[in-house]
């Protein structure tokens, strides 16, 4: 049942015509070289593990991961979060009405208002997130569901979008720009931030919305079709994707470097997340030039024009504020597994050391028998 | 095909041919003449041509042909299956990864095999389109070789080779002999003599040829070489006159005309029908016990694969239950997706879950054991220590498939004639009525009876002794087939008489003839030459005697005597018979039996040959009556070797016994040794053999079979006549056993010397008792049983007195016991032939009875001695280096797919897979299967010379160790926890946060990268801890393939691929790199996926250390020094390449000094 038959047998040897294989009389220099290679005696190194070579080994892995698990734990513990739901799902909660109500077809959007607090200041670049959960972004049917030749603004694509977008390919007989499942769900919630100051009054969180995606997203793998000239001439004979309020080439009709298929929101929309709940960028908070904190403690409130229904599908809507250090978000695994394992060899250096004492001494002394 | 019509006329002829005579035999007109009306009325039958087919295919066959060779192999099949199945439904992965794979492998064996077809193509055609001289109407004609028909005359010049099979009409020589080389038949380049029939022998020029009016009966063709029987019937003046053919008159296809000027002959068999033609069937397959492991992990694999998928299926299902899971607004289905039947779905599904989790079986694994079988057996070809100078030959290899098992054997069967022994033989001395006579004490050719030592009766003597004596002489000058070659036309082995300065050879397919001969000319007596029937003898006062061959009723095995009928120059015909003692002293009706038998046995005793010679005088009624025994015989057409064997029983009857002889075969060098290594490494070694009783015992012991302290427990004819078989068999099991009972065996195998093993003397008599089918009394049944029982507990097995038949008889009895212990044959004539294609591994030594063994064997060694190497080192290492491939590739395949299966809980069992599409499809091709691949070829966990030295090592690997469920569990549980650890390590990492330093997010497919990343790291870093042997190969592979991983993801990823449509890794793997925590958490996960089956090592090397691991480490204190040793010799390599010689040689010096 082998795959493929490199024998060098199948009955090559004797037939009529082997005559020119030369028979077994034929005495040819036969003597294989005396090389290295040939004779299996080439130079070799030749460890073997043995508890006493394990040892230091262990307890180097074990001095090294201890305190690189602390300084990623501490930093990790440095960060701060800030995370609130506001799908909608409790009465009580500002956007119960707005999720209830809500229908696909309704022209004018609904918005609701979430207040919260944050009780310590926000130091240095704060970064937005949506998070949404029990979105299954990951799910097959909906991962291949886009076209990656039409996002990087093929002229052919635009116009016959790949098969894998079905069946979200073609609305009323015209090609949906952006086609398939995963640019039809784009996520179209929009929310602003207020801080409320001391007298009451609401003031805007000034927020930057480039950079959010990758670099190389951005300027290379999404391209708008027909050059940078008007975009809704370049869309022209497509369709908007059954779902979204707007069209393509108005997702930022005030930047055109920031609309059509180079909409960040849109790109970071498209790169699918690994797991069911995730989060995802949606704007950065620069950090102020003078000392103040990015975000003082205080009141604040959050305004929603709530567009996009988790509802039907159990899912979950949050908003995540978070500061960013050189190893990311806030995530103690890193550091406790970091500990856990430098301490994990630390000790089996020490159960090692003690084996070593007790047994090796018996292994050198038992004779080989020979 | 030619193959298959040529069989399916057979089949024909076999089943419509009327009448049933015709059913077994064929008739041909020699020249296409028609028999005279008188005779008998034949059937005209059609032959096949002359073409031979060896091509397996034709230019429009080959495809579709090939194909369906290649996908009848199940694994094959199975993965067509898959992609075809990749092909049809919407599958998670593309064709591609496991179409791309697949069609690599199909397409390279198909340009390898149809490569080799075509060289077929090309010999055939200059096979058949060779020129060939036929007679037709009294002329030579040249025809091209397919033209020949069944009953052309072929004309033969010298040194061509016959075209077809051939009776041999007439030859240049008066005699009607030629002779015939069939070195490209089985390999024996001796000359062999074939005769023409007497009738037609005169017949000399092309008309005389044409003239010859004369039908041949024969048998159908059948593939033995060795066997032919047939009738010749000659009409002359329209009398018919039918003549016996047996194989002595047929010239095989394939065999080339030797020191014949021309010969004459007919053609019986042509094409495909001739023997050698249907010799060409391939032997059947041997399979490792390492693929018979590989094959149940395959089921278990398959199992788990199955079962996979079926969760899958299932919980996909439930899980889809709720239809905002099934089908949230986001991800809706097209029409025709929801429109198909739920039953289809799901089969879809779970077709779907199979095609994503198949890489738990890899192509890659087939193909990479093939090619390590297939390379790996180059070592054992290139290896020196194997080489022998006299013969210029190393080891072959026939088969590559079971280069593991030479690592498994634990029993050994070894023929003793030319394995233990040298097969070279000497005449040490021969005895005449009690006489002795030893060669060496001639003086002035006069011949010294026996030396004074010898304990001989009386030392001279009396008239009538003389006559006896030269009676005797001349018995052993006439009675033998040995035939005299001119030395400049000899050519092959040569067995000369040097001494003397004599020009001529003598050359027998019995080298104990020759020894015989040589001996008797030493003795006074030379043979000269068998002219026109007469045998001329030199005699002690240079007088040359002639002596009428009347008859040869050549040597055969189960008689184990041959005999000859000639009329001396007197007119007195005589009947001489050499053989062995058994089968001539039952047949003695005078003689001194008693001195000669107590002179046998002596010499038995001292390991050497013996042979009784006797005589019987014919009285020329006799002599008619024998004739027409014989010839009755002869002519049958049916049961020819039956009536034959009949027919000499009865001849060879009332002998007079004249002497006996001695021959010596020395032991082969190192025969004692290699037993003795093999018997530390825990192998049975049992000696099958021909020889008798006490030469065999004698040798046993001369090889250290037999020690001092062995017990010997015999079960020979001679005791079972005097208690039944039963009562012995019985009691040897009580000795064997009682012991045991007191002692374990473990004990006992590791103290072999303190303790008394015991060894078996049994013989073939007593054997096909043993053997016997049980009859309906209760008490025979179990006979098998208690035999094999006794024989488990033998270290050492002597079979005496064994036919070619029970040798494979035995073997096949102890494959069969219980334990199914894995059987090593080695032997080197063609009476071991059946022992070697029986055995688990059949071994042939090239030595002196021609290569028939070698031709069956699956490897081929030059000396006995070479067995060691072969199996203390190549087998070991071989075990090693296949069990950790195999072990490694499930592990590493359990390592990739894992991870896919556990992520199916996180994507809604949608199938969607964890890795791109690349690195599903070069995992097993590129990134993974270069470093196990050299690991399986290079790895030595010991050193070799460690290895030879120690035998008991090879106890290590013993009862297929390496590959038991325990292990197979365990490398199975760690692909497990290391799938675990990879998949969570990461799952926690992404786990609703970022871990970049910009805030930015990653998605599905970095998830699935960083765990490929950690797979691919960490599965070389196992097989890095478990090679013992870096050489620079190692570490350029081991290490480039990581380089070459990560140098193919930076481009992979670095391009927008015009050809693909999805990007989805643009970017991914450097995005990936540049994110700290992303390194952080990569070192992290490869070092606690490693940490266990490090600890695990280094705690059971300490604790339960094997004898291995001992050794390793003990070799580790001194081979720092051998390294040193052999860094200078390399060094004085490099500086001195003209004695590359003496450097290996210091190499192993080295290693023994430290």
């Not at chain 2, 738990?360 to 194997?386: A, N």
């Not at chain 2, 022994?421 to 006069?446: K, L, R, S, W």
Request: glycine residues 6%; contains cysteine.
């Amino acid at each position: 049942m082998m795959a493929s038959s490199y024998n060098a047998k199948e009955e090559d040897g004797h037939h009529s015509g082997s005559s020119s294989h030369g028979g077994p009389g034929a005495i040819k220099s036969k003597k294989p070289d005396n090389t290295a290679f040939k004779q299996q005696r080439l130079p070799a190194w030749q460890p073997i593990l043995t508890a006493g070579t394990v040892l230091p080994a262990f307890f180097v892995i074990g001095l090294i991961f201890i305190p690189i698990g602390i300084g990623l734990f501490v930093t990790s513990n440095n960060i701060k979060e800030f995370e609130i739901d506001y799908t909608g799902v409790e009465i009580d909660s500002p956007c119960y009405i707005c999720a209830k109500n809500f229908s696909w077809n309704s022209t004018t959007s609904c918005v609701c208002s979430v207040n919260f607090t944050l009780d310590q200041p926000f130091e240095s670049n704060v970064y937005m997130y949506y998070g949404l959960s029990n979105f299954y972004q990951n799910h097959r049917r909906y991962v291949k569901s886009r076209d990656d030749s039409q996002l990087n603004g093929v002229e052919s694509n635009l116009k016959q979008p790949s098969k894998e977008c079905e069946p979200y390919r073609t609305s009323d007989g015209l090609p949906i720009a952006p086609c398939g499942a995963i640019a039809n769900s784009l996520f179209n919630d929009t929310l602003e931030l207020f801080h409320i100051n001391q007298n009451g009054t609401k003031q805007r969180v000034n927020v930057t919305k480039k950079g959010i995606a990758w670099w190389t997203d951005k300027h290379v793998k999404f391209r708008n079709p027909g050059g940078s000239s008007n975009l809704s001439v370049a869309f022209q004979g497509t369709a908007k994707p059954v779902n979204w309020r707007k069209a393509v080439y108005d997702l930022d009709p005030e930047d055109p470097e920031n609309n059509g298929f180079i909409n960040e929101d849109f790109i970071v929309w498209m790169r699918t997340a690994a797991l069911p709940t995730f989060r995802k960028l949606y704007r950065i908070i620069q950090k102020k030039p003078n000392s103040t904190p990015t975000l003082s403690s205080g009141r604040y409130v959050m305004e929603i024009t709530y567009n996009y229904p988790v509802l039907s599908f159990d899912g979950r809507k949050r908003m995540i504020l978070s500061t960013i250090s050189w190893m990311g978000g806030k995530n103690p695994f890193l550091g406790i597994a970091y500990i856990t394992v430098g301490s994990i060899c630390f000790f089996l250096g020490v159960v090692l050391l003690v084996i070593h004492h007790k047994y090796d001494t018996r292994t050198n002394s038992a004779e080989i028998p020979n | 095909m030619g193959v298959d019509f040529s069989a399916l006329r057979t089949l024909i002829n076999r089943y419509c041919a009327g009448e049933e005579n015709w059913v077994d035999s064929r008739t041909v007109y020699i020249g296409h003449k028609e028999p005279p009306p008188g005779a008998d009325a034949f059937i005209q039958q059609r032959f096949p041509d002359n073409r031979v087919v060896s091509s397996k295919y034709t230019f429009w066959n080959f495809i579709p042909k090939n194909m369906f060779e290649q996908f009848r192999r199940v694994a094959n099949f199975y993965f067509l299956i898959i992609f075809l199945v990749q092909l049809i439904i919407d599958t998670p992965t593309s064709p591609v990864t496991s179409g791309l794979p697949l069609f690599f492998v199909i397409i390279v064996t198909a340009i390898k095999q149809g490569y080799e077809d075509w060289l077929r193509h090309k010999a055939d055609k200059a096979v058949n389109q060779c020129p060939v001289s036929v007679i037709q109407r009294g002329k030579k004609i040249k025809k091209e070789s397919f033209r020949i028909t069944v009953g052309d005359v072929v004309f033969v010049k010298e040194d061509e080779t016959f075209a077809c099979d051939l009776i041999l009409l007439s030859s240049s020589r008066d005699d009607g002999t030629c002779f015939v080389t069939t070195a490209s038949l089985d390999g024996e380049s001796s000359h062999k003599t074939y005769y023409a029939v007497q009738d037609t022998k005169a017949f000399r020029t092309e008309e005389e040829v044409d003239s010859i009016h004369a039908t041949i009966e024969c048998e159908q063709p059948q593939p033995d070489l060795y066997k032919f029987v047939g009738r010749i019937n000659i009409y002359m003046d329209n009398e018919a006159v039918a003549r016996p053919l047996g194989s002595e008159n047929v010239l095989l296809r394939g065999a080339t005309l030797k020191n014949t000027e021309f010969i004459y002959a007919v053609a019986i068999y042509t094409g495909m029908e001739t023997k050698m033609a249907l010799n060409y069937q391939s032997k059947s397959q041997k399979r490792s016990a390492v693929e018979k492991s590989m094959n149940s992990y395959l089921v278990v694999y398959l199992c788990i694969l199955i079962s996979k998928a079926l969760i899958n299926t299932v919980l996909k299902y439930i899980w889809q239950a709720d239809p905002n899971k099934d089908e949230p607004w986001y991800n809706e289905r097209t029409e025709a997706q929801r429109q198909r039947h739920i039953l289809i779905r799901a089969f879809t599904d779970f077709l779907a879950f199979m095609v994503l989790f198949n890489y738990i079986i890899p192509v890659s694994m087939y193909v990479t054991v093939e090619m390590q079988k297939f390379l790996g057996s180059y070592f054992i070809m290139w290896d020196d220590d194997m080489y022998d100078e006299e013969l210029g030959e190393g080891a072959v290899v026939n088969t590559s498939d079971l280069n593991e098992e030479l690592g498994q054997v634990e029993y050994v069967f070894t023929d003793k004639t030319g394995t233990l022994t040298e097969n070279n033989m000497e005449f040490i001395e021969c005895c005449v009525d009690g006489h002795v006579y030893v060669p060496d004490a001639i003086c002035n050719g006069q011949v010294l009876s026996g030396a004074a030592a010898m304990d001989m009766i009386d030392t001279s003597p009396g008239p009538g002794g003389r006559e006896r004596e030269e009676l005797f002489f001349r018995a052993l000058c006439l009675c033998h087939t040995v035939q005299v070659k001119e030395e400049e036309t000899v050519d092959g082995i040569k067995h000369g008489i040097h001494q003397g300065k004599s020009a001529s050879f003598y050359i027998s397919s019995s080298p104990d003839e020759v020894a015989l001969v040589e001996g008797m000319k030493k003795l006074g007596f030379t043979y000269l030459r068998l002219k026109d029937g007469q045998m001329e003898i030199l005699n002690r006062e240079d007088e040359i005697e002639r002596f009428e061959l009347l008859e040869v009723l050549s040597f055969d095995s189960v008689r184990r005597r041959m005999s000859v009928i000639v009329r001396a120059a007197s007119g007195d015909i005589f009947l001489f018979c050499k053989g062995a003692d058994s089968s001539i002293l039952p047949r003695v009706i005078s003689g001194k039996v008693d001195e000669v038998k107590a002179r046998v046995e002596h010499n038995a005793v001292e390991g050497l040959r013996t042979l009784c010679v006797a005589y019987r005088p014919l009285s020329p009624e006799q002599h008619q009556e024998v004739c027409r025994l014989l010839s009755g015989a002869k002519l049958a057409l049916q049961d020819r070797d039956k009536r034959l064997s009949e027919a000499y029983e009865l001849v060879e009857k009332d002998l007079i016994l004249l002497g006996a002889t001695a021959v010596e075969d020395r032991l082969q060098e190192q025969a004692a040794d290699t037993i003795e290594s093999l018997h530390k490494a825990g192998m049975k070694v049992w000696v099958l053999t021909g020889d008798k009783m006490e030469t065999a015992a004698a040798t046993c012991y001369a090889s250290r079979l037999f020690r001092r302290n062995t017990q010997i427990l015999e079960l020979t004819t001679k005791r079972v006549e005097e208690q039944n078989l039963h009562d012995v068999l019985f009691d040897l099991s009580r000795t064997v056993l009682r012991h045991h009972g007191s002692m374990t065996r473990d004990n006992c195998s590791s103290l072999s010397n303190d303790c008394t093993d015991y060894g078996l003397i049994i013989d073939g008599a007593t054997l096909s008792a043993v053997m016997r089918p049980p009859q309906e009394d209760l008490n025979s049944g179990s006979y098998k049983e208690i035999f094999l029982e006794i024989c488990r507990n033998c270290s050492a097995v002597l079979c005496c007195r064994m036919a070619p038949l029970q040798k494979a008889q035995i073997v096949k009895m102890i494959k069969a016991s219980k334990e199914h212990p894995i059987t090593l044959a080695i032997g080197d004539g063609a009476n071991d032939v059946s022992m070697i294609l029986e055995a688990h591994v059949g071994i042939g030594i090239m030595g002196k009875e021609g290569r028939q063994a070698v031709r069956n064997s699956d490897y081929a060694i030059p000396k006995f001695k070479h067995l060691k190497k072969m199996l203390l080192v190549h087998g070991h290492y071989y075990y090693i280096r296949i069990s950790e491939l195999v072990q490694y590739f499930f592990y590493k395949n359990v390592c990739f797919i894992f991870p896919q299966f556990l992520y199916q809980f996180f994507c809604g069992f949608s199938q969607q897979p964890l890795y791109d599409t690349a690195y599903l499809t070069l995992y097993n091709i590129s990134f993974t299967s270069l470093p196990i691949l050299v690991y399986s070829l290079m790895e030595q966990h010991i050193n070799m010379d460690i290895l030879k030295k120690d035998p008991s090592l090879y106890k290590d690997v013993a009862k297929n160790s390496l590959l038991r469920w325990p292990t197979f569990i365990y490398w199975t549980v760690l692909g497990v926890y290391n799938a675990i650890v990879m998949f969570f390590g990461t799952y926690f990492l992404f786990d609703n946060t970022t871990f970049t330093s910009n805030g930015q997010m990653f998605g599905n497919w970095t998830f699935g990268t960083l765990v490929f990343t950690v797979l691919v790291f960490t599965v070389t870093f196992k097989l890095v801890l478990d090679t013992h042997y870096w050489t620079w190969i190692n570490h350029f592979v081991i290490w480039g393939s990581l380089v070459f991983f990560v140098l193919f993801s930076l481009l992979w990823g670095g391009i927008i691929w015009p050809f693909l449509n999805y990007q989805r890794m643009y970017y991914v793997f450097m995005q990936m790199l540049s994110s700290g925590p992303a390194w952080l958490s990569i070192i992290l996960l490869i070092t606690a996926s490693l940490l266990p089956d490090v600890v695990k090592k280094v705690i059971w090397r300490a604790l339960w250390p094997t004898i291995t691991e001992r050794i390793q480490v003990n070799a580790g204190s001194f081979h720092v020094l051998a390294f040193l040793h052999r860094f200078r010799a390399m060094k004085r390599f490099e500086r001195a390449p003209a004695s590359p010689c003496s450097d290996s040689l210091l190499d192993g010096v080295a290693l023994t000094e430290a």
